[in-house]
């Protein structure tokens, strides 16, 4: 079946870190750029992080930016991010995604 | 950034009614490979986001031919000819000429 799946959030305090996963099946995962989009309660999409599909490339969004890190290792079918010096404002559902197959997410709530 | 402007942010709409929706980017989303990279997503409530249409105007798999997309540069549309119940949720654009960002949403329900 083709999907992602992601794992590793969950509740941490502000300033902690988090390595989520991504893992991918059913589908030729070392020919697809990867995406981390997250969406905090109640609001919209927020594009997040990209790798190319080779790992060459990365891409961040600004408030991520130094904070976040993309991995991918395509022997395992799976993009990582690490997620340092975590803030309230990072609580979200995490999504990967090569935008025609999204996964069904995994939760960071960042509290103290 | 590129900013993506979506209006109207929340759309009543008749069972069996057309619906349409606008995204206007703050830069033209033409690439220098002379394809523009706009897609538009649904959001079902309490579902993962799904596309809709990438490239301005290609349907994906499976998306019911009621769902169009058209559009150039900076201005896009999505429309729906026929309003049906399974459409309610919120539609975002998304642009990836310029890395990539989402428009706030659209919530579609039901007048």
């Known amino acids: 079946q083709v999907q992602l799946v992601e794992s590793g959030g969950g509740v941490v305090q502000p300033g902690t870190s988090l390595r989520l996963s991504c893992a991918a099946f059913g589908f030729t995962f070392s020919n697809y750029n990867i995406h981390w989009v997250r969406q905090a309660p109640g609001k919209g999409l927020e594009w997040v992080a990209a790798?190319?599909?080779?790992?060459?490339?990365?891409y961040y969004a600004d408030p991520v930016k130094g904070r976040f890190t993309i991995s991918r290792d395509n022997s395992k079918n799976t993009v990582y991010v690490q997620v340092n010096s975590l803030r309230t404002e990072d609580t979200a559902v995490y999504h990967c995604t090569q935008f025609e197959i999204w996964g069904q997410g995994t939760m960071v709530t960042v509290s103290s | 950034e590129v900013v993506m402007t979506q209006s109207p942010l929340s759309l009543p709409v008749t069972l069996g009614q057309p619906a349409s929706i606008s995204c206007r980017s703050g830069l033209s989303l033409v690439h220098s490979n002379g394809n523009t990279y706009l897609s538009w997503f649904q959001q079902r409530p309490g579902q993962s986001p799904r596309r809709l249409i990438y490239?301005?105007?290609k349907r994906d798999s499976g998306v019911p031919d009621r769902f169009s997309g058209s559009g150039s540069g900076t201005e896009f549309t999505l429309k729906i000819s026929s309003l049906e119940a399974e459409d309610v949720g919120v539609y975002y654009c998304m642009q990836g000429t310029h890395t990539w960002t989402f428009g706030q949403g659209t919530k579609v329900e039901i007048k």
């Open positions: 790798i190319s599909s080779d790992g060459s490339y990365k």
């Open positions: 490239q301005v105007s």
